[in-house]
């Protein structure tokens, strides 16, 4: 594999070089995040291992640039970062996975083995779709049996996230930290207004409804 290892310990580098040397993969070495996205840009890698805390670019930042650019190479974090809060933060901000510091290289050689391992997505996700109702991400363009139906922002993002995760239950927690960036409980009814008037679009109109509560858990929208 061809790997780029964007890491400012000294040591730490060495050691993580090293170790895949010995596995006979070939690794670059950038030691700040500036270098480590102009290398990432630069040139096709198997795997991105980065740091959290680099000087210039936090990994965090570097990540998010690079799938702006739309660069989906996957990526793992390495950080001394281990709140929980911090690796979901590094997971939603574009990471594949996440090792905190201190860690074991044959534990690391285990994750990049198993990310390299998954099949590779043939193309940007263009396109979401629920039985009838289809979302073109392209044009935020949504349609159901062909009618267009035309949503507010929110209640774009509201479906958006539905549909990401469809045929799952997804809790009111989760829709007002995904939709509305709200990382407590404002003790309102937001995502119950919004649930109604999408539902009042979205399957009102039509034969048979989409968007199911599931009592005592959340949301959950499937064909």
Same mark, same amino acid.
């Given at each position: 594999?061809?790997?780029?290892?964007? &890491?400012?310990?000294?040591?730490?580098?060495?050691?993580?070089?090293?170790? !895949?040397?010995?596995?006979?993969?070939?690794? *670059?070495?950038?030691?700040? +995040?500036?270098?480590?996205?102009?290398?990432?840009?630069?040139?096709?890698?198997?795997?991105?291992?980065?740091?959290?805390?680099? /000087?210039? %670019?936090?990994?965090?930042?570097?990540?998010?640039?690079?799938?702006?650019?739309?660069?989906?190479?996957?990526?793992? !974090?390495?950080?001394?970062?281990?709140?929980?809060?911090?690796?979901?933060?590094?997971?939603? +901000?574009?990471? #594949?996975?996440?090792?905190?510091? /201190?860690?074991?290289?044959?534990?690391?050689?285990?994750? $990049?083995?198993?990310?390299?391992?998954?099949?590779?997505?043939?193309?940007?996700?263009?396109?979401?779709?629920?039985?009838?109702?289809?979302?073109? %991400?392209?044009?935020?363009?949504?349609?159901?049996?062909?009618?267009?139906? =035309?949503?507010? /922002?929110?209640?774009?993002?509201?479906?958006?996230?539905?549909?990401?995760?469809?045929?799952?239950?997804?809790? *009111?927690?989760?829709?007002? &930290?995904?939709?509305?960036?709200?990382?407590?409980?404002?003790?309102?009814?937001?995502?119950?207004?919004?649930?109604?008037?999408?539902? #009042?679009? $979205?399957?009102?109109?039509?034969?048979? /409804?989409?968007?199911?509560? $599931? =009592?005592?858990?959340?949301?959950?929208?499937? +064909?």
């Amino acid at each position: 594999m061809n790997i780029l290892l964007i &890491e400012d310990d000294a040591e730490t580098a060495a050691y993580v070089t090293s170790g !895949f040397h010995e596995e006979g993969h070939s690794v *670059r070495h950038a030691a700040n +995040g500036s270098d480590g996205f102009l290398a990432a840009l630069d040139d096709d890698y198997d795997i991105l291992i980065v740091d959290r805390m680099i /000087p210039k %670019l936090d990994g965090l930042s570097l990540v998010k640039a690079l799938r702006d650019a739309g660069n989906r190479t996957p990526v793992i !974090f390495l950080s001394a970062l281990t709140a929980i809060r911090d690796r979901v933060d590094g997971l939603q +901000g574009g990471g #594949d996975d996440y090792l905190s510091k /201190p860690f074991a290289f044959a534990e690391l050689s285990a994750r $990049v083995q198993a990310l390299a391992r998954r099949p590779a997505l043939a193309t940007e996700e263009t396109e979401l779709r629920t039985s009838d109702l289809i979302v073109d %991400l392209l044009i935020q363009k949504v349609t159901r049996a062909g009618t267009e139906i =035309r949503l507010q /922002p929110r209640e774009y993002r509201l479906l958006c996230y539905l549909m990401r995760n469809a045929d799952r239950v997804v809790t *009111r927690t989760m829709l007002l &930290e995904s939709v509305w960036d709200i990382n407590f409980d404002p003790r309102t009814n937001v995502v119950e207004t919004q649930i109604s008037r999408l539902r #009042d679009k $979205v399957d009102k109109p039509f034969d048979r /409804p989409l968007i199911h509560t $599931v =009592r005592g858990s959340g949301y959950r929208i499937h +064909g």
